[in-house]
């Protein structure tokens, strides 16, 4: 059981306390690499953490997306109010959406977060990367979303150099897996096919 303290709002990838700092994406690296398969990273309250190194479709966390291929990983907002986890996705009448990835795949393992706002996720337009632009959930992972807000993702297969070929599901989240929603609001996100809030093929609970 490890716990990650996120001290820098840059989005990189240098190793723990190398760079700028320890970042988001260098703690979950870390924390799927732990035997010990528990662990806990806090961001401070109030502030936003946007991810910005481009690459989809890679499974480790490296580029894009921030996955979750090991254990049970807790990200927790510290202080007052929720921290942002935004992946800067942008509108424009020329290009569409465009935007560098989702925010969290849970490819396997738990992902549980407190008090963390999650938003500017955008999926992409192979059928494999179409679903979850908030959380995507695989079959075999589980997400626990507790007193936090997912607003603004777009499940909607359109960003810069894609055919326009509208077909995501669950902006907010897709859960194939596991997927508990505790005091937390789903709202505002956009899916061109089924689910703009939720998602659902899996196992799922909603609890005010």
Do not use: C, H
């Not at 970042?23 to 991810?51: F, H, P, V």
């Not at 963390?116 to 695989?138: E, F, P, Q, S």
Request: net charge negative; glycine share 16%; aromatic share 6%.
């Amino acid at each position: 059981m490890a716990t990650f303290i996120v001290n820098t709002l840059i989005d990189e990838n240098n190793g723990i306390g190398v760079g700028a700092g320890t970042s988001l994406r260098e703690a979950i690296i870390a924390a799927n690499s732990n035997a010990d398969a528990n662990d806990t990273i806090q961001l401070s309250g109030g502030q936003t953490y946007k991810l910005s190194i481009e690459g989809r479709e890679e499974d480790a966390a490296i580029t894009g997306d921030l996955d979750i291929t090991n254990g049970t990983i807790v990200i927790q907002s510290v202080g007052t109010g929720n921290a942002t986890i935004d992946a800067q996705t942008k509108y424009s009448e020329f290009y569409g959406y465009y935007g560098i990835d989702r925010v969290f795949d849970v490819r396997n393992g738990t992902l549980k977060v407190s008090k963390v706002t999650i938003t500017g996720g955008l999926t992409g337009n192979a059928n494999t990367d179409r679903n979850g632009a908030g959380i995507r959930v695989n079959a075999g992972g589980a997400v626990e979303v507790i007193d936090s807000t997912i607003l603004g993702n777009w499940a909607t297969n359109l960003y810069v150099g894609s055919p326009i070929q509208p077909r995501g599901d669950g902006a907010g989240i897709w859960n194939a897996g596991s997927a508990i929603v505790t005091r937390s609001t789903i709202s505002g996100n956009l899916a061109e096919s089924f689910g703009g809030g939720i998602a659902n093929a899996g196992t799922l609970v909603v609890i005010d």
